[in-house]
């Protein structure tokens, strides 16, 4: 309990601060800046997925295999540096596919999967279609075409595979929520940068924000028991 302690409350405050410090250097594309706190935010998610290992009330598999996941976005944060460079971005986003879909896998893994299941990766994926559509004709070439939706459809089902856990009894509904909350963070940074990046320049982005901040809820969420 004194390390439960502990990560709540040192290392949630370091890292609150240094997404917000990412988000700054983002802001003012300072890459020398996004180079550090870029993975440094990620680290602190790990640090603090790690440090659950040791609370009462995690699940010692779950946590492993989504630590996995977590490990292999901090991977692709590395590399995801200059994203107005076409050739980084695929290239993160290879990365980033494979580590959400780990989370996808181990979230679908400790749920139950029923007719309400489906309706909600349908709804979800509706969703994403319709945003797809807006986009579509700022692809300049077939592989981004290919890439951005085989990308999008994974990260609505790592989605789906959250909202899931809010109706099973596998998981406690705090963790549940927390999980979920993280997954749609995710998710609503990578709309954001696809919409400013093929449709339209929005005034004010908060993709730093979503993407850390998303890293951060999966790992706090953690914590709290799967029953």
Do not use: H
Request: aromatic content about 18%.
């Amino acid at each position: 309990m004194l390390i439960l302690a502990f990560s709540w409350i040192i290392v949630c405050p370091f890292s609150i601060y240094f997404i917000y410090k990412y988000f700054l250097a983002r802001k003012q594309n300072d890459l020398d800046a996004v180079r550090i706190y870029q993975p440094l935010t990620t680290i602190l998610s790990l640090l603090i997925g790690i440090l659950s290992a040791f609370s009462p009330f995690s699940n010692s598999w779950f946590t492993i295999f989504i630590l996995i996941g977590m490990f292999l976005a901090l991977i692709a944060d590395f590399l995801n540096i200059d994203m107005s460079d076409f050739k980084v971005v695929i290239r993160g986003l290879t990365i980033f596919l494979l580590a959400y879909l780990v989370y996808t896998i181990t979230t679908f893994n400790f749920t139950s999967i029923d007719l309400i299941t489906f309706i909600i990766i349908t709804g979800i994926t509706l969703l994403f279609l319709t945003i797809l559509s807006r986009i579509w004709k700022g692809f300049t070439n077939s592989i981004e075409k290919g890439a951005m939706t085989v990308y999008g459809l994974n990260i609505t089902i790592m989605v789906a595979s959250g909202i899931n856990t809010l109706l099973d009894s596998n998981f406690s509904l705090l963790s549940g929520f927390i999980l979920t909350l993280g997954y749609l963070f995710l998710f609503l940074g990578d709309i954001e940068f696809a919409l400013s990046t093929y449709w339209k320049p929005l005034n004010f982005e908060y993709g730093p924000f979503l993407y850390a901040g998303g890293q951060l809820f999966v790992a706090i969420s953690l914590f709290f028991p799967l029953i």
